[in-house]
């Protein structure tokens, strides 16, 4: 059901059938039941030429990509994600259909407090909902929020390796060029430690679908200080390899 607002973007329909379904799309499911969401292609091409990864099956259409699959862990699948929550989290709905039980996300986002380090990671609470993907999945709401059973077991796993990180929320943002200072220090205000453009549709195609959904997204550039400061952010190609080794055994824990 669908109810009647001043704005579009607010009236959230209830019903799950669309004229076109993730299943018309995926009729056949993978043999495997994990996936990683990746945002690091360098990272993959390491991972090909040192054959850790293979071609699993290979997604047409007007923006293809493949789909890997790891060679000692067969079950867990890995692709390059799409930036913002349309391309990303819309391929994830697509994929879900697949018989994906469990997904692990990882990229990276920029930092709202200059004291987080390039590399740093930050387990995922959930997000400020500045964009406009989810509304079509879950009731509008300003912040959306991950299964926290889920995050606990991942922050429980993390401690368990000794691994360092934060945990919080995001902001999600559809306009990467309207980071505005004003906005910048609000969405600081309201809790957000890192701005990037998926989680909030990827945490409500999880909700909507019902599978299980973690992310872990590293500091990358500054955009806290007067000028805006990349860091380097996506040359640090040693933290952007280990994590993804972190997300194929961290998926295969939650």
Known sequence: MIVKKEFPILEYDTEKVAKINPENLFPEKFSADKMIITFFPEAINKLLEEKQIEVYCHIGGENPFDVYNF???PDVLLILGQVGCPACAGNLDALQAGGLKK?????GGGVLDRTIKVGQLLLVDGAIRDEGFSYHYVEPSRYIYTDKKITDKLAASLEAKK???LRGLCWTT???LRETPERVELRKQEGAKVVEMEQAGCIAVAQCRGFDYGALIYGGDDVASEQWDS???NTRQGIRYNLILLCKELVQEI
């Open 103 to 107: 997904v692990m996300f990882c990229g």
């Open 71 to 73: 060679a000692d862990a």
């Open 231 to 233: 860091r380097g952010w």
């Open 163 to 165: 691994v360092p990180y």
């Open 174 to 176: 559809d306009a990467m």
